[in-house]
């Protein structure tokens, strides 16, 4: 793919123009990472609400029917459904299973278990495992 990126002081407001042959997964992400100025998660903590960037977080797991969000600092609760917030994430999010999508940027390592099976650990030490229908977006997104 051929990218041409002109910068123009004078410009009013940013744009972005995309000629292509074929709407792809990953164009569509580019874009609507472009068009959403959502910059994060409104989550509980107690009874308060709190706004959490989308850089901070780790993790978002389902637990017991409760939506949690993982931080390097903390947690919160989430109320709405994991199949919600996944259409709302940047690109930075993989999904790892039904249960739980993860910010690849906060990857500390990956472990090889012996079934074959990968388990992503994070910053904060958590262990996230892979289905196995995962592992292949997991190692395309990290280029492996």
């Not at 995309?18 to 997964?25: I, N, P, V």
């Not at 509980?44 to 600092?73: A, F, H």
Request: with cysteine; glycine share 4%.
């Amino acid at each position: 793919m051929k990218v041409n990126i002109n910068i123009d002081e004078n410009l009013v407001e940013d744009r972005a123009e995309f000629y292509l042959q074929e709407m792809t997964d990953k164009i569509t992400r580019i874009a609507k990472e472009l068009t959403n100025d959502n910059s994060g998660l409104w989550c509980y903590k107690n009874r308060d609400i709190i706004p959490v960037k989308y850089e901070e977080i780790i993790l978002i797991q389902s637990e017991n029917n409760i939506l949690m969000v993982y931080t390097d600092e903390d947690s919160y609760e989430y109320h709405g459904r994991l199949y919600q917030v996944k259409d709302e994430l940047p690109n930075m999010f993989i999904e790892a299973s039904r249960s739980a999508i993860f910010n690849y940027q906060k990857i500390d390592h990956l472990e090889i278990l012996g079934s074959g099976m990968i388990d992503v650990i994070l910053e904060n030490q958590m262990r996230v495992g892979i289905s196995r229908r995962k592992i292949k977006i997991l190692k395309g997104r990290l280029g492996l």
